[in-house]
DNA sequence: TATTGTTATACTCTATAACTATA
DNA sequence: TATAGTTATAGAGTATAACAATA
């Protein structure tokens, strides 16, 4: 087996994009990318979240999420309010529409997600994201 | 925990982005970028391949090779030759001086996964590594 | 006619700096 | 003075198309 398979980097570099190849894909009826998935994922689990706290707690940059929120508010995926409190930003909510999309689009990547672990088994799988989530926590409270 | 967690794709991507920012890191110093760094492992362990041939086993587009393999050969990592059997490509193989710098890098990167991994045991590290290997050579062969 | 490598070009994604409006 | 959001711009990184040399 070929050197590289070492580096738990380059293997994990690999099956990332076995994932981001497939959900591009499966997303791309949507009109969004994964990372703006993300975003509405986070919009849905915290409303009146900011530009700036979703921005944050994604790790996208700011400008990036300007042009982020533009579209998915152009497809009508959520809206913009200002803010009451703090006029200098927005408070952002999802719509129904927004809700209805990210249902499909769950179902959708869930699918993708069980043909690429077909090779393990539930407990297997399981083990594996355990593993995943230890390592990212372990960082974010660094 | 926030709904996102429930991907494996997107817990993936964010551990593969914590050793993607260590090793750009880490590899700043030698002035190659983490795909130039798998092409050289490549190079390595297969003396005389050509472009085409490592393009196509690290899913590099052949015109992003071009400028992979000039940047590397000006670095002095590696030579081309042409190919006597087949004038319309190259020979490449690795220098002294590249493989001095596979290893600096790999002792370098090692000691970056390691502090990545620290959360887990021993044990722990080598199933994970395990299990994403079955995901891969399992898509490999379809 | 097909293939390897090259070049010019364009596209995507993201970041930097300067701006506005609010605080 | 500092912060949220915006805009214009620039920079990676990569891909597409047309080309030369060789098979």
């Given at each position: ?6 580096s ?9 994009q076995?994932f981001?190849m ?6 791309t009826?949507?009109?969004i990318?994964?990372k703006?998935?993300?975003v509405l994922?986070k919009?849905?689990e915290?409303?009146?979240?900011s530009q700036?706290e979703i921005a ?5 940059d ?6 982020f929120?533009?579209h998915l508010?152009?497809?009508?995926y959520?809206?913009?309010?200002k ?5 200098r930003?927005?408070?952002?909510t999802?719509?129904?529409k927004?809700?209805q999309?990210?249902?499909?689009c769950?179902?959708?990547?869930e ?8 090779p393990l088994?539930?407990q297997?799988a ?14 974010e409270?660094?």
């Open positions: 087996m070929s050197r590289i398979f070492k738990y980097g380059f293997i994990t570099g690999k099956v990332e076995l981001e497939e959900f591009s894909q499966k997303l009826p949507y009109d990318n994964v703006q998935y993300g994922i919009i849905d915290k409303p009146n979240s700036k944050d707690e994604l790790k996208i700011r400008t990036t999420m300007v042009s929120i533009d508010e152009a497809l009508k959520l809206t913009r309010t803010n009451p409190q703090d006029r930003s927005y408070c952002l999802i719509t129904d927004g809700k999309i990210l249902e499909d769950w179902s959708t990547l699918q993708s997600e069980k043909k690429i672990l077909s088994s539930d297997e399981r083990l594996l994201k355990d593993l995943l989530i230890k390592i990212f926590k372990n960082q409270e660094s």
